[in-house]
């Protein structure tokens, strides 16, 4: 996880993949530390998540919070085709905010 995060912060620009990749590590991190549920196809998510909560992710939570920034500016793919669905933008922005929020406080 520490690598995606690592990648997308030391990127000029962030590609699809890499932003991809921080945020998914982000989410399964906000999910392991505040139990916050995503859809996912996968059935077997609930129970690796659940083998993940004891892992103290403090570590890297301040570069999943730089990550999720990065991600959401202007120097990243994964920002600039979501900005194209005028609709469905701004909820995608907030989640990812929400994220990066909930990670944060843990770091306190």
Known sequence: ?????DDV????????????AAL????VIDS????T???CDGENLPEWIATLKGID??????KAAVAITAVISEN????EL???????????????EDIRERLSKQMS
């Open 1 to 5: 996880m520490e690598q995606y995060f």
């Open 9 to 20: 912060i030391s990127a000029d620009y962030i590609e699809y993949d890499n932003g991809i």
């Open 24 to 27: 998914v590590a982000a989410a």
């Open 32 to 35: 392991a530390m505040n139990g």
């Open 37 to 39: 549920a995503y859809r």
């Open 57 to 62: 992710f403090s570590p890297i939570l301040s």
């Open 76 to 79: 990243s793919e994964l920002q």
């Open 82 to 96: 979501w900005s194209d669905n005028k609709e469905l933008y701004p909820s995608w922005l907030k989640e990812k």
